[in-house]
């Protein structure tokens, strides 16, 4: 297009200065187009971040260089492994976070359209006929019929002298790397839910196995009860006690069992599936994962780096900083080039011969002189914008700061209630074996022997439950050191682009 420009222009009968002119404009706006930008340059925020974790790391946790990609491995459970990789797949959520990329890929590349010139065909074709009884009728006479065919191109170039363009794209470039860091995020996130949801089943699972085996222990009392009823060597008081410490211990299981139903739920929605289609699979009772002896974490520093919600923030910052540059860009003249070359004839045989031709070029500009301060204030608008997306890129990093504080303390703080409570069932284990003996020989009451069995139940549902809490409190940690994903991950979000 360019080259019939040119050819079309040599043949300008408007004169050599006029056409010198036309030439030197365009040029000198080309020759600068790329050199101008207006608005600030986006710097990456400097954050005031601690150098160290305020709780002392105990319970296996030391700081140093922490591969965070496949944290869940370290629990050391095929089953786990199989859940993360079939929700990695059908996760609807991930899927969707795709989407966004691709939406995001797409409008970038409709930003980056404008820095191209945009040509566009014409054609038409039109049959006229004068007025017999107009005001020119007398002069023309007769009326005719006329014919008029066009084929041609229209072509138009914007010069992005100050960067109006330019600024779009850089603002659509950093759009497009937030949306890829939201995949990440959803990764975090996602990978964190399946194994917390895993972890609740397998310590429901305990539980309940836990409350059927006092069930049973309860009811083997409960007939010994009555065995030395019957021999009128206990009052009725006995059998009626243990009749009721059995029924409070079964009422505990339709809980536990709903509790169960609601994780598997919530597990099988996660990998993309419906409601209750994970049961019979996982209904064979596993064991809770074991924790790992040792945890290296990083760096607070290091949170800037693999926290995905602090990287995906810091892009929305540099994305809205661009949009400075683009509603300030509006605050100078826009120059364009135009051209129309058209091939025009009466007679369609004559729409391909050399006289037919009908072309014009020329640049031109606009420049807003008056608009009621529009342009300024939307300026001072994208300004704004950008202070509060930079108090947000803050906001981010210390919130990112406390969930790893809170985590810290939950997962030590629990495993030191789970060593407690592990000698809590020791003792009351053995203390329902000595209890048992004392009352068949007479040497004790029913009574103890109740508050034994009551404390033993208690204590091992509570053993169980925090054995399931220490793993859920250090699966939050590894989410809130942002792990989960790698650098390479974008491969695994083109294969789900493909999918």
């Not at 002119?21 to 706006?29: E, I, P, W, Y």
């Not at 140093?64 to 459970?77: H, I, R």
């Not at 439950?465 to 491969?491: C, F, H, N, P, T």
Request: aromatic share 6%; net charge negative; proline share 3%.
């Amino acid at each position: 297009m360019g080259t019939c420009l040119n050819k079309r222009s040599q043949q300008m009968t408007t004169g050599p200065k006029q056409w010198i002119l036309t030439v030197l404009l365009g040029g000198f706006s080309i020759l600068f187009c790329s050199g101008c930008r207006v608005g600030p340059d986006y710097t990456v925020p400097k954050s005031t971040i601690p150098d160290a974790w305020h709780m002392k790391l105990t319970q296996g946790l030391s700081e140093g260089q922490a591969d965070l990609t496949t944290w869940w491995k370290m629990l050391q459970d095929p089953v786990l492994d199989d859940l993360i990789g079939r929700a990695t797949e059908g996760n609807l959520d991930l899927k969707t976070a795709v989407s966004r990329i691709r939406q995001a890929r797409a409008q970038r590349s409709v930003v980056s359209g404008q820095s191209w010139p945009q040509v566009d065909g014409t054609g038409y074709y039109s049959r006229d006929r004068a007025s017999g009884n107009g005001l020119l009728s007398p002069l023309l006479g007769e009326p005719d019929q006329t014919n008029l065919h066009s084929i041609g191109l229209d072509a138009s170039w914007e010069i992005d002298l100050f960067g109006r363009i330019a600024r779009s794209v850089e603002s659509a470039d950093a759009s497009l790397e937030a949306t890829i860091e939201d995949y990440r995020d959803t990764l975090v996130t996602l990978y964190a839910e399946v194994a917390v949801s895993y972890v609740q089943i397998r310590a429901l699972q305990g539980r309940i196995d836990y409350a059927l085996q006092n069930i049973e222990l309860q009811k083997q009392t409960l007939e010994l009860t009555r065995n030395r009823f019957q021999a009128e060597l206990a009052p009725e008081l006995d059998v009626a006690q243990a009749e009721l410490n059995l029924s409070n211990t079964e009422s505990t299981l339709p809980a536990l069992e709903t509790a169960l139903a609601f994780s598997l739920n919530r597990l099988a929605v996660l990998l993309g599936r419906h409601a209750g289609s994970l049961e019979e699979e996982l209904v064979a009772k596993g064991s809770i994962p074991s924790v790992p002896r040792q945890v290296v974490m990083g760096l607070p520093a290091e949170l800037l780096r693999q926290r995905p919600d602090i990287r995906r923030a810091e892009r929305l910052l540099a994305a809205q900083t661009a949009r400075i540059g683009v509603a300030t860009a509006g605050l100078y003249p826009a120059f364009s080039l135009s051209g129309t070359f058209a091939l025009e004839a009466t007679e369609l045989s004559d729409v391909g011969d050399r006289a037919s031709r009908t072309y014009g070029f020329g640049p031109a500009f606009r420049w807003n002189l008056f608009d009621g301060n529009r342009i300024r204030s939307g300026v001072q608008v994208e300004e704004t914008l950008t202070e509060q997306s930079l108090l947000q890129y803050e906001q981010t990093v210390l919130l990112a700061v406390e969930e790893v504080e809170d985590a810290i303390v939950a997962y030590v703080r629990e495993c030191q209630r789970k060593d407690a409570l592990q000698r809590s069932v020791d003792a009351a284990g053995k203390s329902v074996q000595l209890v048992n003996t004392l009352y068949r020989s007479g040497l004790t009451d029913f009574q103890n022997v109740l508050d034994m069995q009551r404390a033993l139940s208690l204590q091992q549902d509570r053993f169980v439950e925090s054995r399931g809490l220490v793993l859920q409190d250090l699966i939050m940690l590894y989410k809130a050191l942002g792990g989960g994903w790698s650098l390479g991950i974008e491969e695994e979000a083109q294969k789900q682009e493909q999918s």
